[in-house]
């Protein structure tokens, strides 16, 4: 896939965690906000021109550690963001398997984190879309 394409997906994974939010479908929420911060974060691996290893970065843990390698220690992305995508994908995970319940307020932050994330992706390459 393309960076552009990827973006597309994370933006739409970004209003699906919206109109989820918005339903009360907490888990569903938690789990697209993590996939938009995903994906725009393959984005940003592409389009910075990191030399990342294809078949790694389909691992989400690989991904996240070269979004922090790539992106966030070269100064590239704040540190903010790294913790984000780390955050996410621990709710998600607690989402979409274990069953624990994750509150409201906790939904919210990570739908609102994700926004924020998509957003910050697609303005730093913004000249390149």
Known sequence: MTPEQYLDKALHAAEAAKLLLSA??????CN??????????????????????PGETRKHSSLIA?????????GIFPQGLGKALNRAESIRLLA????????SQQAHSIVKEAENFVSAVKNKYKTVV
């Open 96 to 103: 979409d398997y274990t069953g624990e319940d994750i509150d």
């Open 66 to 74: 070269a979004f922090g390698k790539h992106l966030v220690l070269t």
């Open 32 to 53: 697209r906000a993590y996939y938009a911060m995903f994906n725009a974060a393959h984005a940003a691996l592409l389009w910075s021109g990191a030399h990342t290893n």
């Open 24 to 29: 009360n479908e907490i888990d569903g929420a």
